[in-house]
């Protein structure tokens, strides 16, 4: 059974960078086939893919915040990591990491950590 389990602040300043990080067990981050993706949801709104680093290390983003969002990975403690620059209180969301098997979408989540920005 996979499980992910996200980590970080849940208050971040304006202009600061948030940053999150995924802990996964029962399945390696470099298993082939599978995206490791983080998602979030803004109060009262749906859903939002932001990106995600797949087994080769490889990313890829939501071209709505490429400029701001990058994601790394510790291979040796099986996470990745999710850092937004430059936030403001629009990036006030729950915030998931999740796996996805491309094509089909997101088959294990964690429970989501609430990120608020506010000064």
């Known amino acids: 059974q996979v499980q992910l389990q996200e980590s970080g602040p849940g208050l971040v300043k304006p202009s600061q960078t948030l940053s999150l990080t995924c802990t996964v067990s029962?399945?390696?981050?470099?298993?082939?086939?599978?995206?490791w993706s983080w998602i979030r949801q803004p109060p009262g709104k749906g859903l939002e893919w932001m990106g995600a680093?797949?087994?080769?290390?490889?990313?890829h983003f939501s071209p709505s915040l490429s400029s701001r969002v990058s994601i790394s990975r510790d291979t040796s403690k099986n996470q990745f990591t999710l850092q937004l620059s430059s936030v403001t209180p629009e990036d006030t969301a729950v915030y998931y990491c999740?796996?996805?098997?491309?094509?089909?979408?997101?088959?294990?989540w964690g429970q989501g950590t609430q990120v608020t920005v506010s000064s």
């Open positions: 999740v796996r996805e098997v491309p094509e089909y979408g997101p088959d294990y």
């Open positions: 029962g399945g390696s981050i470099t298993t082939n086939a599978y995206y």
């Open positions: 680093i797949v087994h080769s290390g490889n990313t």
